[in-house]
C-alpha cells in the first residue's frame, strides 16, 4: 500500500525556522510530482508547494513565497520542506501526498509558531 510518512514538525518561535521531511514509498516517489500541504484550524486543506519527479520545477504559493524551499532527494524517496521566517500564521498541520492527491494522507506533522 502506497503510504507516506511526514517528520519534523515543532514548536517554534516566529521568525525561526523548521525542515519538514516525508517518505514515500518508491512507487509513489519515483512517478509523481509531490507536494506538501498544510491545514490551519477551522480551514480547508492548502497546497503550499510542489515539486516535480526530476526536481526541475517547483511551485510555492504566494503565502510562502521566499520564506518556503520544497526539494526532494530521489535516491532516499524524500521530498522535505524547508520553512524559514516562520509566522504564527503558519500554524497548522503539515502534509505531503502526490499532487494533486492521489495517495492516503499521513499522520502529518504538527507546526506551531508562537508570537
Known amino acids: 500500500q502506497e503510504q507516506v510518512v511526514e517528520s519534523g514538525g515543532g514548536l517554534v518561535q516566529a521568525g525561526g525556522s523548521l525542515r519538514l521531511s516525508c517518505a514515500a514509498s518508491r512507487h509513489t516517489f519515483s512517478t509523481y510530482i509531490m507536494g506538501w500541504f498544510r491545514q490551519a484550524p477551522g480551514k480547508e486543506r492548502e497546497l503550499v508547494a510542489d515539486?516535480?519527479?526530476?526536481?526541475?520545477?517547483?511551485y510555492t504559493a504566494d503565502s510562502v513565497k521566499g520564506r518556503f524551499t520544497i526539494s526532494r532527494d530521489n535516491a532516499k524517496n524524500t521530498v522535505y520542506l524547508q520553512m524559514n521566517s516562520l509566522k504564527p500564521e503558519d500554524t497548522a498541520v503539515y502534509y505531503c501526498?502526490?499532487?494533486?492527491?492521489?495517495?492516503?494522507w499521513g499522520q502529518g506533522a504538527q507546526v506551531t509558531v508562537s508570537s
Open positions: 501526498n502526490t499532487s494533486p492527491p492521489k495517495v492516503r
Open positions: 515539486i516535480i519527479s526530476n526536481g526541475g520545477y517547483t
